[in-house]
């Protein structure tokens, strides 16, 4: 199961609510560029699911369709929570304004150092305006967006990763209720003034989930789960066997392909971060098209390591539209490309959640009737 994070194909009902209406990342990304170049992300049918520009309707697309959100907000914890069944009974605590006195003095007081920044701001954008000063003084980079999530950005000469994940994990569980963010994000960054550089030893932590998800009827059923890139991070390591690193798509594509060829049963939920963190954020279309490029060459690797009792699915969780107004996440439906025997070539359009409903028929041979979705296979 392969999330291309911040792929939406349309605004959901709702958007509007969000700021997103009428947003399209994929058919917007296509039409400014005058036209996708993905040839095997066509020929399974990615075209068939929307209009898009230079990718047209296969002629016998894998199963495929759209899939909404089952819950409320437009991040990567929303997202992929959706597609194994949990959503937040309530949407998880944002602040456009900044945080407020008692976080950033619990924040202050967990780190031994002041907190610097603190506003809505995308992550190049935080240690652009903050990064000089920080080195000067030491103070902790705080920063949130449109999502529910508490950034803390640090130099690594300034403190040392390890430093800042361990007050990353302190501020994690010292968040009181009402402040509990979906994501306490650690952004160990290097470099000098008007050259940073974020590494690639970003760190989340997060909140738990509020109920069972098909990763715990998964594991329970005695499959095997593992996670590559953030995936584990998003839920805690709850109902994961093993996490996989994947900062980065190549990494992340890599390992998904290791485990491909190495597992002889199991479920791998993948995240390939890029086309969000890299691209999507900063509205690059180059970028992220170069980015899609490189999964669709992945993919075409994947389907001949396919066998009969293989199923492959592509998803996302939201929108990151490149030609919004703003640089944050849009709320989309996801799309669906599934490949698997028998599937044939019908649509499929409903909810994130099927997707984990089908993974659980597809490996258990069962249905968790307490949880959301409705399988396809």
């Known amino acids: 199961m392969i999330v291309l994070d911040a792929c939406g194909v349309g605004a959901l009902p709702d958007a509007a609510d969000y700021g997103d209406g009428g947003t399209n990342t994929l058919g917007d990304l296509a039409q400014a560029l ?69 976080v950033v003095e619990l924040v202050a007081g967990i780190g031994g150092r002041e907190v610097i920044c603190n506003r809505p701001c995308n992550g190049i954008e935080a240690i652009e305006r903050c990064g000089s000063e920080h080195l000067r003084g030491g103070g ?73 998800s098909y990763l715990d009827e998964l594991h329970d059923a005695g499959v095997e789960v593992h996670t590559v890139g953030k995936v584990g991070s998003l839920f805690a390591g709850v109902g994961v066997d093993v996490q996989h690193p994947g900062a980065t798509n190549a990494v992340a594509l890599a390992e998904t392909t290791s485990l491909m060829r190495s597992l002889q049963a199991g479920f791998v939920f993948t995240n390939l971060v890029e086309t969000d963190q890299v691209y999507g954020h900063r509205h690059d279309v180059a970028g992220f098209h170069h980015a899609l490029q490189a999964i669709d060459a992945s993919v075409g690797e994947w389907l001949g390591l396919l066998g009969p009792g293989d199923m492959l699915v592509l998803t996302a969780d939201h929108g990151c539209d490149p030609t919004a107004s703003h640089t944050d996440h849009t709320r989309e439906y996801a799309p ?21 409903a089908s993974a659980l028929a597809w490996l258990a041979g069962r249905d968790a009737d307490a949880l959301p979705g409705k399988s396809f296979v």
Do not use: N
């Not at 963010?181 to 970003?202: E, H, K, L, N, S």
């Not at 669906?336 to 984990?356: C, E, N, Q, T």
């Open 34 to 102: 005058g036209g996708l170049e993905l040839p095997t992300l066509e020929r399974l049918g990615l075209g068939s699911i929307v209009a898009l520009t230079g990718v047209p309707p296969a002629a016998a697309p894998v199963l495929h369709g759209r899939l909404g959100a089952i819950g409320p907000g437009k991040d990567s914890t929303a997202g992929h929570w959706g597609l194994m069944g949990v959503s937040a009974p309530q949407p998880l605590p944002t602040y456009p304004d900044g945080f407020p006195p008692e």
């Open 140 to 212: 902790l980079i705080v920063y949130t967006s449109q999502d529910s999530v508490l950034q803390i950005a640090a130099h690594v000469d300034m403190l040392d990763p390890a430093e800042l994940y361990a007050v990353c994990a302190e501020v994690r569980e010292a968040l009181p209720a009402e402040h509990a963010v979906g994501r306490v994000i650690a952004r160990p960054f290097a470099g000098a003034d008007g050259q940073w550089r974020r590494t690639d030893g970003r760190r989340d932590f997060s909140v738990l989930p509020p109920g069972r």
């Open 336 to 356: 669906l490309l599934a490949a698997f025997a028998g599937a044939g070539s019908r649509r499929h359009d409903g909810v994130l959640a099927d997707v984990g």
